[in-house]
Every structure is written in structure tokens, then in C-alpha cells.
DNA sequence: CGCGTAACCGGACACAGCGTCCAGTTATCG
DNA sequence: CGATAACTGGACGCTGTGTCCGGTTACGCG
């Protein structure tokens, strides 16, 4: 969705670019849940309905920003190496996934919160993806109420969740991850549980 | 907040009942998200001004309905009969918590979703107590990495995260109960672990 | 019992952002 | 090189916000 680059007039991908530019600029500086698109539009040099015909709202343009990034770890959990990719141990695996996860949001949590905030989180490609990961996992361990807990050990990477614990708790990302970790290893222990 | 009923004026006091039973109408019919101040007002047959004067936003009448809810379920928490109450382990005294949790969302997840949404959750009264309460299990538990822990413990009772579950997922609330249970078991276990 | 005061009420106002429409412009294809 | 299809951006009407002010109503005191 981030690179059908394929195919556009000339003044159309100039434009393009001017506005993922203007946003990314924008979200990191100012309050990400209040981006407008008269802002974007504004701050790209280009007019609103430019700017509808292909997002239609803030959060779509966070997304789309946001997406180029996610796919790169989406490949590292399919293809790379261990513990996030195949061959480690279930528990070893979530815990990697789970740090991976916080240098992204460690990063850009400005357009995580951007796009995925509150419910608008769960109807994202990307949830499906970690869903899905995330599942296979569980299994893996042979975990009774596989369908139930996906959703329960995606809980805790919540954006806004990030932010609170960060900067509002004041936790570094080491020890948020560490807990993470630890999280992991308890659900999915190496002798795997019922 | 829910109960200053003490002095006030007849009038004051009839529209406050007033925009309390409409608010509550409102949020279960419609979708939470979306009820504003002008619809509260008008389904209340009250000014806009006269909400405004104790309520800044849709959000804060949802809070203050469900306060009343989420008052008693910590009155049961304090002082109530295991394992909610204390006196059980703290791993069955956290599945417990998340029943109970999961029953209030069950019940009034519109005014949760009204009220809770997104990083708003975190800066009401109750999200602090619900904090304490979790963080004493894990210190009692002896468990490390106290602080971030308590959070990631919560997440999973975000109501976004529930009504996803519940309406997308088709999952039963007994579903989501024993995998909260489980969840509360393998991180809190009865011979306490590091 | 009646009056003064203080609090309350609600309509009016100015404003910001939304989402769409349309007329002008510009790139691409035959 | 001309026709066509797509892109562009300013303008418009709408909805919701938050505040202000003149009128009204309940309470306390003499």
C-alpha cells in the first residue's frame, strides 16, 4: 500500500512524496491524535482534496508511513534469523518478537499513535500479521485457549500503552522489554505446558 | 464525583438526573464513540452550556456513570470474600480480578468504550486503583520487574480490546475468562517463583 | 412571608475541521 | 500534435465545539 509507486504521473508522485515527507514532519512534532488533514495539506503545499483522493484520513497517512516499516520486520520474523525467526523456541521466539516490537514503537511511536489508535489498532493489516504470528506460536507450544490468548499477549504493545509506560511511568525500553520477556517465558515455558 | 448529590438545586438536580438517564440511553444505543455533547444535550432536553458547566466532554459524563460501577467492584476488591477479596494466593486473587473485569465490560462496555478510549484510559481515577491492586499481587508474589509488569498485566482489559474479542472474534465471555484465568496462573504462580 | 442575592439555565455566536464538488490544468496516448 | 482522461486545489455547506450573557429561579435572612 506504501509503495504502489507504479504507474504515476509525474506531479502526482511529486506530490506524493511532498506529503508523507510534511507528514512524517508532522506527527513527530505535534500531538500525533491531532493532525488534521488541513495541517498535512497545508504543510505539503497542496490542496485538500489532493490529499483526499488518496488518504482518507490522518491516521491512513501514519499508516502508510508506518506500513514501510512494519513489512521489514514482518520479513525478519518469516525469513531471519532465530529467536525471531523460525527454529527457536516458541517462548524464546514471542520474547524476540516482543522486543522487536518495542524498537519499532521505541522509534515511531509517534506514527503508531498516529494510525493505530484505540480500536482502529485490531483493524490494521498489521494486526492480522502479528495475529497470525503470534498464533502459530502458541500452537507451537500446544497452548489450551489458542484463539483467546492471541489477542491477550498483543494486549501489552499497545501505542498508546507504550507512551504511558514510557513517558508517563518513566520506564526506560530496557525494562519494559524485560518484562515483556519474562512475560513470554512464563506463557510459553520451554517444556510446554497444556 | 458520581454521588456530590449533597446541596444542590432542585432544578440543578433534575437535569443532572436528566443528562445522566439520557447519557445512558445514548451510549448503549448508539456508537460510543460517536455520541456528542449536542446529542446528550438535546436527547436531555437541556442547553449545551448547562452540560458543559460540569461535564468538558462526552467522555467525562460516560466516566461518571460508570464510576458508580467500577466504586463497587473495588469496595469488593478491599474488603470483600476470596479470591477477589484477600485472603487467596495472589495468582487466583488476579484471575479473580480479571472475572470480575470481564464482567463489568460485559455489562457496560459502551460506557467503558464512552469513557476509556484510547490513552484516556490511563488518566482516570480508577485505571490507578486497578494499578495498586495488581502491583500488591505481584509484590506479594515476589515477582521482578514490579513496575512494568503491572501495566502489561492491564492491557489486556482495555475495552477496545474486549468489544474486538467479543464482536469480531465471536469469542464467548467464558473464553475470555479462562484465558485471563490461565494468563493470571503461569505469571503468578502459587509456589512464587523469582 | 416577602425580598435580595447568588447560582443556574439555555439560546446565540464565532470558529475550526470535515468531506465534496467543479472548473481549470496537465500528462499521456494515438 | 491534438484529444482524452486524470489530477489539482479553491470554494462551499455542514456539523460540532466551547464560551458568553441576559433572563430566570431557588434559597436565606430579616
Known amino acids: 500500500m506504501a509503495s504502489d509507486t507504479g504507474r504515476l504521473r509525474a506531479d502526482a508522485a511529486r506530490n506524493r512524496a511532498r506529503v ?20 498535512i495539506a497545508r504543510a505539503a503545499g497542496v490542496g485538500r482534496a489532493t490529499l483526499y483522493r488518496r488518504y482518507s484520513s490522518p ?8 506500513d514501510e516499516h512494519e513489512r521489514r ?12 525467526g523460525p527454529g527457536a523456541p516458541p ?4 520474547a524476540a518478537f516482543y522486543a522487536a516490537m518495542a524498537d519499532l514503537l521505541e522509534q515511531h511511536l509517534h506514527l503508531a499513535l498516529g494510525a493505530e489508535t484505540g480500536s482502529a489498532r485490531f483493524r490494521t493489516g498489521a494486526y492480522g500479521f502479528w495475529r497470525l504470528h ?14 483467546a490468548t492471541v489477542d491477550l ?3 501489552p504493545l499497545a501505542p498508546e500503552l507504550y507512551q504511558f509506560q514510557r513517558y508517563q511511568q518513566g520506564l526506560s525500553k530496557d525494562r519494559i522489554v524485560a518484562a515483556l520477556a ?12 497444556q
Chains 1, 2 share one sequence.
Open 20 to 39: 508523507l515527507a510534511a507528514a512524517e514532519r508532522l506527527f513527530a512534532t505535534a500531538d500525533p491524535g491531532k493532525v488534521t488533514m488541513e495541517d
Open 59 to 66: 491516521a491512513a497517512v501514519a499508516l502508510a508511513l508506518l
Open 73 to 84: 520486520l514482518q520479513e525478519r520474523i518469516i525469513r531471519g534469523e532465530p529467536s525471531l
Open 91 to 94: 517462548g524464546e521466539r514471542l
Open 134 to 147: 503470534v498464533r502459530t506460536l502458541l500452537v507451537a507450544a500446544g497452548h489450551a485457549e489458542v484463539d
Open 153 to 155: 499477549l498483543l494486549a
Open 182 to 193: 519474562a512475560l513470554a517465558r512464563r506463557v510459553l515455558p520451554v517444556a510446554a505446558g
